[in-house]
């Protein structure tokens, strides 16, 4: 069994991304199991993982599990998925996805506009 095509919102490790609640899916290729047993998704602000700050597991739905995580600004948090098939199981490689600056942004043009949309 292999996870594979890891994502979260519908991107690949997405970095400065504005994410109210993640929400995390994957596919399962080469598994010899009929059924998905347990799935578990482990979160960590450290890439070896060894401080989980977060943890889900059951039976969550790989085409999308949304996260009840609250996210602090412009962090990066790491994670990882194992699957249990009836058969066999898996351990994804460590994903992460990095949050947003949230407040707005304000700032001045620092040239006039009209030389952009006139010929």
Same mark, same amino acid.
């Given at each position: 069994?292999?996870?594979?095509?890891?994502?979260?919102?519908?991107?690949?490790?997405?970095?400065?991304?504005?994410?109210?609640?993640?929400?995390?899916?994957?596919?399962?290729?080469?598994?010899?199991?009929?059924?998905?047993?347990? !799935?578990?998704?482990?979160?960590?602000? =450290?890439?070896?993982?060894?401080?989980?700050?977060?943890?889900?597991? &059951? *039976?969550? %739905? /790989?085409?999308?599990? !949304?996260?009840?995580?609250?996210?602090? =600004?412009?962090?990066?948090?790491?994670?990882?998925?194992?699957?249990? &098939? *009836?058969? %066999? /199981?898996?351990?994804?490689?460590?994903?992460?996805?990095?949050?947003?600056?949230?407040?707005?942004?304000?700032?001045?043009?620092?040239?006039?506009?009209?030389?952009?949309?006139?010929?």
């Amino acid at each position: 069994m292999r996870i594979v095509d890891v994502k979260v919102n519908h991107f690949n490790n997405p970095i400065g991304y504005y994410i109210d609640k993640p929400c995390i899916s994957w596919k399962i290729e080469d598994t010899i199991s009929e059924i998905q047993e347990d !799935v578990s998704i482990n979160i960590s602000l =450290t890439y070896n993982m060894k401080e989980i700050i977060y943890r889900i597991h &059951g *039976n969550l %739905d /790989q085409c999308g599990t !949304v996260l009840d995580l609250k996210l602090n =600004t412009r962090t990066r948090y790491y994670f990882q998925i194992t699957v249990k &098939g *009836n058969k %066999d /199981q898996a351990v994804s490689d460590i994903y992460y996805f990095e949050t947003a600056k949230n407040n707005q942004w304000k700032a001045n043009f620092i040239g006039s506009l009209t030389r952009f949309c006139h010929n």
